[in-house]
């Protein structure tokens, strides 16, 4: 095992590199367009811990829940994205790609659920397709589970775990779907009454980080005649200020078209809407409209329209999201459009496993499966009781592997063997995913993104190897230029 870390560690994959799901040439793409929150502006740490507050504090002045739950404080450590909560039983867990739950990160509050209590509470550990989140991950015509898939909803997971923690601790009785319902909406107020946006415009130097990136990206698309647009669901003055602050007062000239307020995903599927302008002075003005006009700011409005009105249709437009269902389920799945996910946490889950204890680890681990394989024919009883260390270990390091990404919940994208829930959805809805726009800075705009040939299950692994010009984009390469 120690002879293949060496020339493991000599291939180290780049956490500023662009990966693909399904190949892709830019050279087709003419049309750019970009989400703002979490795409072309990036948030500090301070974001969440502020909207985890003012949420807590709803929750106590609005909802009249106990003033002790002000004690809680925001983890960021706790929760990861894509995690699935359990409306009815208020327990919050980590599922795969085929619906099993992942035991050992099944959550009651903050602490962990036991995993003979899961397998007694599901009969099992998988989720039936009729409880599982509808198609945009909420909880709704009779599903149980709600999946979060936003950046933003972190702090909302941390918040229902602390309230939980709080009246369970205390033995109190609540009814759960009451609590998840107070939290949903103590967060949605948190945007929708201006708090968060508010704070941000007073303090923009504390909560945007990376202008100078974002810059960079639209300049250079801008140099090479790209169409660009905006398309968000933020409203007109907070993206006005927050993109005077990353690009400068000019910034409506980059884009050919700005949609502010959009009500996304309902503005990519609902046909009746009509877009508004917004004046200088934030009023939305009654004019019918017949073109969207560059350096105009539009309000609601659908994609129909916009269709019909750019007539920017198919292939050539490449639109870049971080909300996997409401940014680009839709546009892939009825309009064609390329689509590209903005996952910032791809950049530090690269980098753990770029370190040599993890690559010894993990090397460790396949070694073990495989003799776990191929021994397991050997019946007699001292045969038995090496492969009974041996799955002990396993599991020893299965664990060890989860707690280096997450100690809760462990990687975004793997079970112990599976792809989890949520890449599944990554990988169906975008054709290329990357850590932030920024990647795009370090590839040629006629680049042709080519998605790895991963063996399957019925293929030789020799198969899916590749001239080394077709690898993927490591780490040595990139400090080499």
Same mark, same amino acid.
């Given at each position: 095992?120690?002879?293949?870390?060496? *020339?493991?560690?000599?291939? %180290?994959?780049?956490?500023?590199?662009?990966?693909?799901?399904?190949?892709?040439?830019?050279?087709?793409?003419?049309?750019?367009?970009?989400?703002?929150?979490?795409?072309?502006?990036?948030?500090?740490?301070?974001?969440?811990?502020?909207?985890?507050?003012?949420?807590?504090?709803?929750?106590?002045?609005?909802?009249?829940?106990? +003033?002790?739950?002000?004690?809680?404080?925001?983890?960021?450590?706790?929760?990861?994205?894509?995690?699935?909560?359990? @409306?009815?039983?208020?327990?919050?867990? $980590?599922?795969?790609?085929?619906?099993?739950?992942?035991?050992? /990160?099944?959550?009651? &509050?903050?602490?962990?659920?036991?995993?003979?209590?899961?397998?007694?509470?599901?009969?099992? #550990?998988?989720?039936?397709?009729?409880?599982?989140?509808?198609?945009?991950?909420? #909880?709704?015509?009779?599903?149980?589970?709600?999946?979060?898939?936003?950046?933003?909803?972190?702090?909302?997971? /941390?918040?229902?775990?602390?309230?939980?923690?709080?009246?369970?601790?205390?033995?109190?009785?609540?009814?759960?779907? !009451?609590?998840?319902?107070?939290?949903?909406?103590?967060?949605?107020?948190?945007?929708?009454?201006?708090?968060?946006?508010?704070?941000?415009? =007073?303090?923009?130097?504390?909560?945007?980080?990376?202008?100078?990136?974002?810059?960079?990206?639209?300049?250079?698309? =801008?140099? !090479? &005649? $790209? $169409?660009?647009? %905006?398309?968000?669901?933020?409203?007109?003055?907070?993206?006005?200020?927050?993109?005077?602050?990353? @690009?400068?007062?000019?910034?409506?000239?980059?884009?050919?078209?700005?949609? @502010?307020?959009?009500?996304?995903?309902?503005?990519?599927?609902?046909?009746?809407?009509?877009?508004?302008? @917004?004046?200088?002075? &934030?009023?939305?003005?009654?004019?019918?409209?017949? $073109?969207?006009?560059?350096?105009?700011?539009?309000?609601?409005?659908?994609?129909?329209?916009?269709?019909?009105?750019?007539?920017?249709?198919?292939?050539?437009?490449?639109?870049?999201?971080?909300?996997?269902?409401?940014?680009?389920?839709?546009?892939?799945?009825?309009?064609?459009?390329?689509?590209?996910?903005?996952?910032?946490?791809?950049?530090?889950?690269?980098?753990?496993?770029? /370190?040599?204890?993890?690559?010894?680890?993990?090397?460790?681990?396949?070694?073990?499966?495989?003799?776990?394989?191929?021994?397991?024919?050997?019946?007699?009883?001292?045969?038995?009781?090496?492969?009974?260390?041996?799955?002990?270990?396993?599991?020893?390091?299965?664990?060890?592997?989860?707690?280096?990404?997450?100690?809760?919940?462990? *990687?975004?994208?793997?079970?112990?063997?599976?792809?989890?829930?949520?890449?599944?959805?990554?990988?169906?809805? +975008?054709?290329?995913?990357? =850590?932030?726009?920024?990647?795009?800075?370090?590839?040629?705009?006629?680049?042709?993104?080519?998605?790895?040939?991963?063996?399957?299950?019925?293929?030789?692994?020799?198969?899916?190897?590749?001239?080394?010009?077709?690898?993927?984009? %490591?780490?040595?390469? =990139?400090?080499?230029?």
């Amino acid at each position: 095992m120690k002879e293949l870390v060496p *020339s493991i560690m000599s291939n %180290l994959l780049n956490p500023d590199a662009i990966f693909s799901n399904n190949e892709m040439s830019l050279s087709d793409i003419e049309i750019y367009g970009f989400d703002y929150d979490y795409t072309l502006v990036f948030y500090s740490k301070h974001l969440h811990t502020l909207i985890f507050n003012a949420a807590r504090d709803l929750l106590i002045n609005e909802h009249r829940y106990p +003033a002790e739950i002000r004690k809680y404080e925001y983890d960021p450590n706790f929760a990861i994205r894509g995690l699935h909560y359990d @409306v009815q039983r208020a327990v919050l867990m $980590k599922i795969d790609a085929f619906h099993y739950i992942q035991l050992g /990160t099944v959550y009651r &509050g903050l602490s962990v659920v036991p995993d003979e209590e899961v397998i007694e509470m599901y009969e099992g #550990s998988h989720v039936p397709l009729e409880q599982m989140s509808d198609f945009y991950g909420k #909880s709704s015509h009779g599903n149980t589970m709600k999946q979060f898939m936003d950046i933003f909803s972190l702090p909302e997971m /941390t918040l229902l775990s602390c309230v939980n923690e709080y009246f369970l601790k205390n033995n109190i009785d609540y009814e759960p779907v !009451h609590l998840y319902k107070d939290v949903k909406d103590s967060i949605r107020d948190v945007h929708t009454k201006g708090i968060m946006y508010r704070a941000i415009e =007073a303090d923009i130097e504390k909560y945007i980080r990376y202008p100078e990136q974002t810059r960079a990206v639209l300049a250079k698309l =801008a140099d !090479h &005649g $790209k $169409k660009m647009f %905006l398309i968000t669901n933020s409203p007109s003055s907070f993206v006005d200020k927050g993109m005077r602050y990353i @690009v400068g007062k000019d910034w409506r000239d980059l884009f050919d078209v700005v949609i @502010v307020q959009a009500e996304k995903p309902n503005f990519f599927n609902d046909k009746r809407r009509p877009f508004r302008k @917004v004046n200088e002075k &934030g009023v939305l003005l009654w004019d019918k409209i017949y $073109k969207l006009q560059k350096g105009q700011i539009y309000k609601q409005g659908n994609l129909y329209e916009f269709l019909k009105l750019t007539g920017w249709r198919g292939s050539k437009v490449l639109y870049f999201g971080d909300h996997i269902y409401s940014d680009l389920a839709d546009l892939t799945l009825k309009h064609g459009w390329r689509t590209g996910a903005i996952i910032p946490e791809l950049r530090s889950e690269l980098r753990i496993m770029n /370190t040599e204890q993890y690559i010894q680890t993990m090397t460790w681990l396949q070694t073990l499966t495989g003799l776990l394989e191929q021994m397991q024919v050997h019946r007699d009883a001292e045969s038995q009781l090496v492969l009974q260390e041996w799955k002990k270990e396993r599991k020893e390091m299965r664990e060890m592997t989860k707690g280096s990404f997450n100690t809760q919940f462990g *990687s975004l994208f793997r079970t112990d063997q599976n792809p989890t829930y949520f890449l599944r959805r990554l990988s169906r809805f +975008a054709d290329i995913y990357m =850590a932030s726009l920024s990647c795009l800075l370090s590839y040629d705009v006629s680049h042709t993104f080519y998605p790895r040939r991963t063996p399957l299950q019925h293929e030789l692994p020799a198969w899916s190897d590749r001239p080394p010009a077709a690898r993927p984009p %490591l780490l040595q390469e =990139a400090q080499a230029k």
